[in-house]
């Protein structure tokens, strides 16, 4: 079984950072195109950033020059390092995968927890 686990949300005032990271955990052989998204209250989930399956990033205009999605391949572990927080990048922050081969199966479209992420004015 593999699961997603998000850490790394909290509380913040405008101007600050955070980093947040995924854990991928079981029998992991690759990831495929892992990367994050956010929803806030009454909005739809949005992507924030993601790496493509061909290895390139992919980012949302509101979120250029201010975040950055890296990932440790060794650990089966993905960030996303926010900086010059702003209040309307308050959301829940979920990690996602487009797939992951383990070494029974295919897990296709694996979703995190979720974590909130509060940015104060």
């Known amino acids: 079984q593999v699961q997603l686990v998000e850490s790394g949300g909290g509380l913040v005032q405008a101007g600050e950072s955070l980093r947040l990271s995924c854990v991928a955990s079981g029998s992991i052989a690759s990831i495929i195109a892992m990367g994050w998204y956010r929803q806030a209250p009454g909005k739809q989930r949005e992507l924030v950033a993601a790496?493509?399956?061909?290895?390139?990033?992919d980012y949302a205009d509101s979120v250029k020059g201010r975040f950055t999605i890296s990932r440790d391949n060794a650990k089966n572990t993905w960030y996303l390092q926010m900086n010059s927080l702003q209040p309307e990048d308050t959301a829940v922050y979920y990690c996602?995968?487009?797939?992951?081969?383990?070494?029974?199966?295919?897990?296709?479209?694996?979703w995190g927890q979720g974590t909130q992420v509060t940015v104060s004015s």
């Open positions: 996602h995968a487009n797939w992951i081969v383990t070494t029974f199966h295919t897990i296709y479209d694996p």
């Open positions: 790496f493509t399956s061909g290895g390139n990033t």
